[in-house]
């Protein structure tokens, strides 16, 4: 073992010491686990016992982890259609928390936690919160909402019981949330990232420093973002920025987390097990292929998941990280597989408009995509706010960067696109996830 990797393990605290259980070992616990969730939810879920009867299976032909593969999968419709309490295992009032997210369309979602299942999201939390090399004494502002959506409440109870001092603002209300900041020394900050893109603005107009502050932590997701974003937040404050992963139906924040390498993202396999599949035919793909992440929780009772199709696409990066743990990681979430545009017959996502804008010199990370159609043909436009200088500078400098990103944008998209630059703040800003994409297709 190298010196490096030993002082890593030597540094985590028992808080994790899960990270590092053997491969082996962790197999073991994870084929236990696995075993007992598929009984209980064969026994307790009328859906899924239907499901595993549709394929003659029973929980004694689980026997391995591969034979995970046997199991139906579960959908985002499965919940809908079972609204509001069709899929939960445990009779109510073992239930201590019900949470909801929204979607776009239809009925909500409802996901219920007991008290063990509080306990195990408040455990992968504090795990996170450890990764992303925070300790008791940090000061902690969650400015995730609180509420129906879990990712203020989960980072709450994870910050609270890693022994930091939380402040709980919640989204919005950027001037107070930068008051707090500065006066309480904040020094680790969990929100989307594009709501602190908004903080850093607001602060600048506001004459502070965020490079002045002792904030040196951001705990971010619920939304894709790219490293040129992470680059971006990093030249303009003096935070390392961490990305966080997770979703209701899971647990919420803390399926998984990057570590102080930010090579991917560790899953907390004793508690979820991951899978690539292909999104089309449902095939499990090898680790190092790019696919649709499926995820099996291995703890949960209120409301335990088998095979869940995230939609989020990713791959199990291969090999083993250099921070010492043993958990298995996932590469940062880009897109959704149903995120997708289809433009003139031609697939974009809204990560390779991202990518390809940040990319050039003068334009800030606030764009939107606007989709309409003329005469039966989309149009696809995007608008990217650009640096004051821009605006003030010779208007040659303006079109010559019009002319960047058009042709940035129509190399990696391979379609013509229209490009509109607009001043800063000309885009709404988000209080949590960010809308990327106006659909005026249908109107
Ligand atoms: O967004 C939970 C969460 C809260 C995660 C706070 C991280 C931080 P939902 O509202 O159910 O739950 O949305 C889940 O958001 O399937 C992904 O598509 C997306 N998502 C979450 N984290 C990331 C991330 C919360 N780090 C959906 N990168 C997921 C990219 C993310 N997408």
């Given at each position: 073992m190298n010196s490096t990797l030993e002082a890593n393990i030597a540094d985590c605290t028992s808080v994790s010491a899960q990270d590092y259980t053997p491969v082996a070992r962790m197999r073991e616990l994870q084929m236990q686990r696995l075993q007992a969730v598929v009984g209980r939810a064969w026994q307790q879920v009328k859906l899924f016992r239907t499901r595993m009867g549709e394929r003659g299976l029973t929980p004694r032909e689980i026997r391995t982890l591969e034979d995970v593969r046997k199991l139906p999968f579960t959908a985002k419709s499965d919940l809908r259609d079972t609204y509001p309490f069709g899929l939960f295992a445990s009779p109510m009032k073992d239930v201590v928390r019900l949470h909801v997210s929204s979607g776009t369309t239809g009925k909500p979602i409802v996901v219920a936690y007991t008290k063990e299942d509080v306990d195990v999201w408040t455990s992968v939390m504090v795990r996170c919160l450890a990764g992303c090399g925070l300790h008791p004494g940090d000061i902690v502002q969650v400015a995730y909402g609180y509420g129906l959506f879990t990712g203020g409440l989960g980072a709450h109870y994870g910050a609270e019981a890693l022994g930091a001092t939380v402040v709980p603002t919640s989204g919005g209300n950027a001037d107070r949330q930068i008051m707090l900041m500065k006066d309480f020394g904040v020094t680790a900050i969990c929100c989307t990232p594009t709501y602190f893109l908004?903080?850093?603005?607001?602060?600048?107009?506001?004459?502070?420093?965020?490079?002045?502050?002792?904030?040196?932590?951001?705990?971010?997701?619920?939304?894709?973002?790219?490293?040129?974003?992470?680059?971006?937040?990093?030249?303009?404050?003096?935070?390392?920025?961490?990305?966080?992963?997770?979703?209701?139906?899971?647990?919420?924040?803390?399926?998984?987390?990057?570590?102080?390498?930010?090579?991917?993202?560790?899953?907390?396999?004793?508690?979820f097990y991951p899978e690539i599949v292909d999104p089309t035919t449902g095939e499990t793909l090898p680790d190092g292929s790019e696919g649709e992440l499926v995820l099996t929780t291995l703890s949960k009772q209120a409301m335990p998941m088998v095979r869940y199709r995230t939609r989020d696409i990713t791959m199990i990066m291969p090999g083993r990280c250099e921070c010492g743990r043993t958990l298995r990681r996932i590469a940062r979430i880009g897109r959704r597989s149903d995120d997708m545009l289809i433009i003139r017959g031609v697939n974009v996502f809204p990560s390779q408009v991202e990518a390809a804008l940040l990319q050039i010199e003068g334009t800030l990370p606030h764009y939107q995509i606007v989709l309409t159609r003329e005469q039966g043909l989309d149009q696809m436009e995007v608008q990217v706010e650009v640096t004051p200088q821009m605006f003030t500078d010779k208007i040659g400098a303006l079109q010559g960067l019009h002319d960047r990103l058009q042709g940035a944008l129509d190399h990696v998209l391979g379609i013509r696109v229209e490009v509109a630059l607009v001043e800063a703040y000309t885009i709404e800003r988000s209080q949590g996830k960010a809308k990327r994409v106006i659909d005026r297709r249908a109107t």
């Open positions: 908004h903080l850093i603005d607001r602060a600048a107009e506001l004459g502070v420093d965020m490079k002045e502050l002792p904030l040196r932590a951001g705990v971010f997701g619920a939304e894709p973002w790219t490293d040129s974003m992470r680059k971006h937040i990093e030249s303009m404050s003096r935070i390392e920025a961490f990305d966080i992963y997770g979703l209701s139906e899971i647990i919420g924040p803390g399926v998984g987390c990057e570590c102080s390498r930010h090579d991917g993202l560790h899953i907390f396999e004793d508690h």
